[in-house]
């Protein structure tokens, strides 16, 4: 398995108190290393998308903007929630740079499943317009790489975060290549694009208060025959791990074991269907306790 991530990825400030910071990163990585995780996989350095894998889903001229506001000192506000430091657009360029880099490994054959341990996360920006802590969507920027690639003509995004993958779903809209499954907690920020009807856009909401029993009961008769009937070649997760009962962003009640039941179908979906090829990234998770302890179970479930 291989594991990528980036020092870059720290010196992504936030506002003091800000639930998306660089402890996040920290807390994960340390629990991987300590429970010993880290010795079985190969650890990479992600690197720096390229402007043309950046431009292929995000407009030019948002590009730009983010360019003209990234500040030399302190921070500026994108929206009311996302904030550019002088690190950001190295930290979020480096996180698009991983998963597009795990996904040419995973095409390559140089592993069957990557994990892509990197911040910011990415779910929420649209083509053109940065939002809930995202500033580049990584997930969809590797996607449409893959799609470039000799032998790739269908994918699919598999999305569990408590919030749901708005910008995913909007690049994606009218690409039918590319498959959608997004559950999140409903109704709940950030409320774009969460009931878009699209054969290739599937949309599990769930109740405030859902346990793991109402998660798995919803994934299983919204995805998996989708999933099948879709074929993907390769699979991509959007791993948010907000859904836990102990996050202090969302309100659904799911637990570690819950990820690994979930991680585990995806794998054995792509088994099935993608010669076994998973490229997961990061996304939400803010009680750093429970999002060690998640993503740990994440990865264990994909590497068996």
């Known amino acids: 398995m291989l594991i990528y991530t980036h020092s870059d990825c720290l010196e992504h400030e936030t ?17 991987l290393e300590r429970t010993g995780f880290l010795q079985d996989c190969e650890v990479r350095d992600a690197p720096l998308a390229s402007a043309h894998d950046l431009g292929a889903v995000h407009a030019g001229a948002y590009l730009e903007q983010l360019r003209a506001l990234s500040p030399e000192q302190g921070l500026v506000q994108v929206d009311p929630d996302t904030a550019l430091c002088p690190a950001s657009l190295a930290a979020a360029t480096r996180a698009a740079g991983a998963v597009v880099d795990g996904t040419r490994a995973v095409l390559a054959g140089e592993a069957d499943s990557v994990f892509c341990a990197v911040r910011p996360p990415g779910h929420h920006a649209e083509s053109d317009a940065a939002m809930g802590f995202c500033l580049f969507n990584s997930v969809a920027v590797a996607a449409h790489f893959s799609l470039g690639q000799p032998g790739i003509e269908r994918v699919a995004i598999l999305d569990f975060d408590v919030h749901h993958g708005n910008g995913t779903v909007q690049i994606f809209a009218d690409d039918p290549r590319v498959l959608v499954c997004s559950s999140f907690q409903y109704p709940f920020y950030p409320g774009r694009y969460d009931e878009l009807i699209r054969d290739h856009v599937i949309l599990t909401p769930l109740a405030a208060g859902s346990d793991g029993n109402v998660f798995r009961r919803a994934v299983e008769q919204d995805w998996f025959d989708r999933i099948s009937r879709h074929a993907p070649q390769l699979i991509f997760v959007s791993a948010g791990f907000d859904a836990h009962h102990l996050d202090p962003l969302g309100g659904l009640n799911l637990t570690e074991s819950d990820f690994t039941w979930v991680t585990g179908h995806i794998k054995s979906l792509a088994n099935s269907y993608a010669q076994g090829r998973v490229v997961s990234a990061l996304e939400g998770g803010y009680d750093i306790g ?10 264990e479930a994909l590497r068996s």
């Open 15 to 31: 506002q003091s108190g800000h639930p998306e910071r660089p402890d996040r990163l920290r807390g994960v990585w340390a629990h």
């Open 290 to 299: 429970a999002l060690s302890t998640s993503a740990l179970a994440h990865v």
